[in-house]
């Protein structure tokens, strides 16, 4: 019972880090497993899991609310499960991802209950806000993050409950050799999903080759993960430094003056960037998003400004409005922005101003952050947690948890500093450089990563037959062999770029995409026609 309440508020705070903080970005499957591993008592067996399901995981994220498997809860009870199941490690790791990755995919129809729950919610905040009622809309906002840990936590509590008892111990004693065989070429497959998921969002057509950097540091140098990283911030800030593009975000052009009066205390930003840090989107919604997160955020600044209670209800009003954009790169220069804004008296402008931004700024966040500096970092951290090394999830813990904060505040204090044409338009700048950088160094690593995580090589042979001294002589040959000699890690290259077409091409959903790998893995690996490595001697 201790066992299944540690791992339910494991469970919840996952969900509350990926929506406010972003500490340690626990709701990623890497962090969720890892900790769930130790909640267990099975540490090995939790970074394993967890590191397998983070390698499906890329390239995933819930860009405009999208519902996705639900990957944290997975790694969480398929840790839970797994660790009651009979066998080694290996036949452990087995059953996890077994029960863990289908549980991620059924889940998932459990999220848009929460989400409508607080959707109905935001009503409610709108009733407060009409009368000013900061302490109401306070409570509301908060009260929302219940329905987003309610179709997690339950299900979670759910399953350690069952792993707790003999139940799960039986069952899996009688599970066949061939299918642990199966599933642990079907988890070695699935990283496969993650990369081509990834290649789909990035501009392949346009840096191809850059890829071909990556594979052959690995495949020809011998060169480890780290240095092929290396390799590729040198070779995106050489790209960066001869090509650069620089987009700027269109604002739209006022007459009202927009220089900062010293209104405000440094307590009050303080408090307006705490709020703002804590709790951003604990109670996204269909309807308005974002809105009630930014509109509690900039709420003691209102209340300041505006002391004619018809001002602050105004104020309350115009930021409930429906807001979206990368919380991480996008919100907090926006929010600084706004507050400059009303405390030069120019609301029209902070309204307008946000309108303009977060568009432009949620599609350059999300590509930075989501879609390539988490895919590069935790597919290292992942990397290093197959190899049973626990340095993986610190190093993704620590890479999550001082970049995340120090460009959070600086984008805060720039634009407030700053005011809104350098915001939009330095800002915009920068950040599409940083943008193309990612994207160099994004396909550099991808390069070398693909063959050193996709892990793949096939058993079977064929008898070739050869004249010796006039004599005929009939001898075994391991295809994979012919294969190294051809290209080396050619099977990995070409599942992902299989999977890839699927996607791509074929424009099969990511969870059909999963089902068929791990369908195929399954299959091939009972049968005992490939394996995710040659066989000992």
């Given at each position: 019972?201790?066992?299944?309440?540690?791992?339910?508020?494991?469970?919840?705070?996952?969900?509350?880090?990926?929506l406010?903080?972003?500490?340690i970005?626990?709701?990623?499957p890497?962090?969720?497993?890892?900790?769930?591993?130790?909640?267990?008592?099975?540490?090995?067996?939790?970074l394993?899991?967890?590191?397998?399901?983070?390698?499906?995981?890329?390239?995933?994220?819930?860009?405009?609310?999208?519902?996705?498997?639900?990957?944290q809860?997975?790694?969480?009870?398929?840790?839970?499960l797994?660790?009651?199941?009979?066998?080694?490690?290996?036949?452990?790791?087995?059953?996890?991802?077994?029960?863990g990755?289908?549980?991620?995919?059924?889940?998932?129809?459990?999220?848009?209950?929460?989400?409508?729950?607080?959707?109905?919610?935001?009503?409610r905040?709108?009733?407060?806000?009409a009368?000013?009622?900061?302490?109401?809309?306070?409570?509301?906002?908060?009260?929302?993050?219940?329905?987003?840990?309610?179709?997690?936590?339950?299900?979670?509590?759910?399953?350690?409950?069952?792993?707790?008892?003999?139940?799960?111990?039986?069952?899996?004693?009688?599970?066949?050799?061939?299918?642990?065989?199966?599933?642990?070429?079907?988890?070695?497959?699935?990283?496969?999903?993650?990369?081509?998921?990834l290649?789909?969002?990035?501009?392949?057509?346009?840096?191809?080759?850059?890829?071909?950097?990556?594979?052959?540091g690995?495949?020809?140098?011998?060169?480890?993960?780290?240095?092929?990283?290396?390799?590729?911030?040198?070779v995106?800030?050489?790209?960066?430094?001869?090509?650069?593009e620089?987009?700027?975000?269109?604002?739209?052009?006022?007459?009202?003056?927009?220089?900062?009066?010293?209104?405000?205390?440094?307590?009050?930003?303080?408090?307006?960037?705490?709020?703002?840090?804590?709790?951003?989107?604990?109670?996204?919604?269909?309807?308005?998003?974002?809105?009630?997160?930014?509109?509690?955020?900039?709420?003691?600044v209102?209340?300041?400004?505006?002391?004619?209670?018809?001002?602050?209800?105004?104020?309350?009003?115009?930021?409930?409005?429906?807001?979206?954009?990368?919380v991480?790169?996008?919100?907090?220069?926006?929010?600084?922005?706004?507050?400059?804004?009303?405390?030069?008296?120019?609301?029209?402008?902070?309204?307008?101003?946000?309108?303009?931004l977060?568009?432009?700024?949620?599609?350059?966040?999300?590509?930075?952050?989501?879609?390539?500096?988490?895919?590069?970092?935790?597919?290292?951290?992942?990397?290093?947690?197959?190899?049973g090394?626990?340095?993986?999830?610190?190093?993704?813990?620590?890479?999550?948890?001082?970049?995340?904060?120090?460009?959070?505040?600086?984008?805060?204090?720039?634009?407030?500093?700053?005011?809104?044409?350098?915001?939009?338009?330095?800002?915009?700048?920068?950040?599409?450089?940083?943008?193309?950088g990612?994207?160099v160094?994004?396909?550099?690593?991808?390069?070398?990563?693909?063959?050193?995580?996709?892990?793949?090589?096939?058993?079977?042979t064929?008898?070739?037959?050869t004249?010796?001294?006039?004599?005929?002589?009939?001898?075994?040959?391991?295809?994979?062999?012919?294969?190294?000699?051809?290209?080396?890690?050619?099977?990995?290259?070409?599942?992902t770029?299989?999977?890839?077409?699927?996607?791509?091409?074929a424009r099969?959903?990511?969870?059909?995409?999963?089902?068929?790998?791990?369908?195929?893995?399954?299959?091939?690996?009972?049968?005992?026609?490939?394996?995710?490595?040659?066989a000992?001697s």
């Amino acid at each position: 019972m201790l066992v299944a309440l540690a791992l339910t508020i494991w469970a919840i705070y996952c969900t509350y880090d990926g929506l406010g903080p972003f500490l340690i970005y626990a709701q990623r499957p890497l962090i969720a497993g890892s900790v769930a591993g130790l909640i267990t008592g099975h540490p090995l067996l939790g970074l394993l899991i967890g590191a397998t399901l983070e390698l499906a995981a890329l390239g995933v994220y819930t860009y405009g609310g999208a519902t996705i498997p639900d990957y944290q809860t997975g790694a969480i009870v398929g840790t839970a499960l797994a660790a009651g199941a009979a066998g080694d490690v290996s036949a452990q790791v087995a059953v996890g991802i077994g029960v863990g990755l289908p549980a991620a995919i059924l889940l998932s129809a459990l999220d848009p209950v929460g989400k409508m729950v607080t959707t109905g919610l935001v009503h409610r905040a709108d009733s407060y806000a009409a009368d000013g009622n900061a302490r109401g809309m306070a409570m509301i906002h908060w009260v929302s993050l219940v329905p987003w840990v309610a179709v997690r936590a339950i299900p979670t509590f759910l399953a350690a409950l069952a792993a707790s008892g003999r139940l799960v111990k039986d069952i899996t004693a009688s599970i066949p050799a061939g299918f642990v065989q199966g599933m642990t070429l079907a988890g070695s497959l699935l990283p496969a999903v993650g990369f081509a998921l990834l290649l789909g969002m990035m501009e392949l057509r346009r840096y191809w080759y850059l890829l071909l950097i990556g594979f052959v540091g690995f495949a020809y140098l011998h060169l480890p993960v780290l240095g092929i990283a290396l390799i590729g911030v040198a070779v995106a800030m050489l790209f960066v430094t001869l090509k650069r593009e620089e987009p700027a975000i269109a604002v739209p052009e006022t007459t009202e003056e927009s220089t900062v009066d010293p209104r405000l205390t440094k307590q009050d930003l303080k408090r307006v960037y705490r709020r703002y840090f804590w709790a951003s989107q604990i109670s996204w919604n269909y309807e308005r998003m974002q809105a009630l997160g930014f509109a509690y955020a900039m709420e003691p600044v209102l209340r300041r400004l505006y002391p004619e209670k018809a001002d602050y209800v105004a104020g309350l009003q115009r930021h409930m409005q429906f807001f979206n954009t990368s919380v991480l790169v996008g919100g907090p220069l926006i929010l600084g922005s706004t507050v400059a804004l009303e405390e030069a008296g120019t609301p029209k402008s902070a309204a307008s101003t946000k309108v303009a931004l977060m568009g432009p700024m949620a599609g350059i966040g999300d590509t930075v952050v989501f879609a390539l500096y988490n895919s590069i970092v935790f597919t290292m951290a992942a990397s290093w947690a197959l190899q049973g090394n626990w340095l993986g999830p610190a190093f993704a813990a620590v890479m999550v948890l001082v970049p995340y904060a120090l460009v959070r505040r600086w984008q805060f204090g720039f634009a407030y500093r700053e005011g809104k044409r350098l915001a939009g338009h330095l800002a915009a700048g920068a950040l599409a450089r940083v943008a193309q950088g990612a994207t160099v160094l994004g396909f550099v690593v991808l390069g070398g990563f693909i063959p050193s995580i996709v892990k793949v090589v096939t058993t079977l042979t064929y008898r070739q037959t050869t004249t010796v001294q006039g004599q005929p002589v009939t001898q075994s040959v391991a295809i994979q062999d012919r294969l190294d000699e051809l290209v080396p890690f050619l099977l990995p290259v070409l599942v992902t770029a299989g999977v890839y077409l699927l996607t791509a091409k074929a424009r099969l959903r990511p969870v059909w995409v999963i089902t068929i790998v791990v369908v195929a893995g399954l299959v091939l690996g009972w049968l005992g026609w490939f394996a995710p490595a040659p066989a000992k001697s």
